[in-house]
C-alpha cells in the first residue's frame, strides 16, 4: 500500500465511520482528473478569468467518459473531489455513470506552493460549484480547509490530507 493508498484509506475509513458505516473498506480507487485545457492549449491562461482553475481539454472530458463506462461494473459508493474545475468536471461525469453523489473535500486541493500560485487560487465558490454540478451534496462539509502557502518540500500537504 502506497502512502497515498493509505491517506485515502484513513479518510474514507473516517468519512465512513462518521455516517455509522463499518471502517472495513473492500478496496479504493483513485482517478486522476483528466487533461487539462492549459495543458493543450498554452494560450488558455492569458485570457482566463480563473487562471490557476483550469478545466479539462476535449480530450480530458473523453477521458472522465471513458473512465465512468469503465468504473460502472465496480462497485463504489462515494465519489470525492476536490473543489478545482478539473476534478469537479471529471467527478460530475464519472458520478453520472454511477448515479452517486460528489462529495467536495477541500482537503484534497493541490499542494499551495507558493512557486505556482501568487496567493490562494480563485475556485468556484461553494453555490456556484453546485448551480454548475447539481451532483454535488452540499449536506457534505469538508473534514479540512488548507491555507496559502504551502512550501516545498515539506510533509505539509501530506499532512493536511491525511487530516481530512
Given at each position: 500500500m502506497t502512502l497515498g493508498h493509505a491517506i485515502m484509506h484513513l479518510f474514507i475509513t473516517h468519512y465512513m465511520e462518521s455516517k455509522g458505516g463499518s471502517a472495513l473498506l473492500q478496496s479504493l480507487i483513485l482517478l486522476r482528473h483528466g487533461i487539462r485545457q492549459d495543458f493543450e492549449d498554452k494560450t488558455w491562461r492569458k485570457t482566463a478569468s480563473r487562471p490557476h482553475d483550469t478545466p479539462?481539454?476535449?480530450?480530458?472530458?473523453?477521458?472522465?467518459?471513458?473512465?465512468?463506462?469503465?468504473?460502472?461494473?465496480?462497485?463504489?459508493?462515494?465519489?470525492?473531489?476536490?473543489?478545482?474545475?478539473?476534478?469537479?468536471?471529471?467527478?460530475?461525469?464519472?458520478?453520472?455513470?454511477?448515479?452517486?453523489?460528489?462529495?467536495?473535500?477541500?482537503?484534497?486541493?493541490?499542494?499551495?506552493?507558493?512557486?505556482?500560485?501568487?496567493?490562494?487560487?480563485?475556485?468556484?465558490?461553494?453555490?456556484?460549484?453546485?448551480?454548475?454540478?447539481?451532483?454535488?451534496?452540499?449536506?457534505?462539509e469538508s473534514f479540512l480547509f488548507p491555507t496559502f502557502p504551502e512550501p516545498r518540500h515539506t510533509t505539509l500537504t501530506i499532512d493536511r490530507i491525511a487530516k481530512a
Open positions: 479539462l481539454s476535449e480530450n480530458g472530458l473523453k477521458q472522465a467518459h471513458d473512465a465512468g463506462r469503465f468504473l460502472q461494473k465496480e462497485k463504489i459508493d462515494y465519489v470525492f473531489a476536490s473543489p478545482f474545475l478539473r476534478a469537479l468536471q471529471t467527478a460530475d461525469i464519472v458520478a453520472s455513470y454511477l448515479d452517486l453523489p460528489i462529495f467536495v473535500e477541500y482537503g484534497f486541493m493541490e499542494r499551495l506552493d507558493p512557486h505556482w500560485f501568487e496567493s490562494m487560487p480563485e475556485i468556484m465558490s461553494k453555490e456556484e460549484a453546485k448551480a454548475r454540478f447539481p451532483r454535488i451534496d452540499t449536506s457534505y
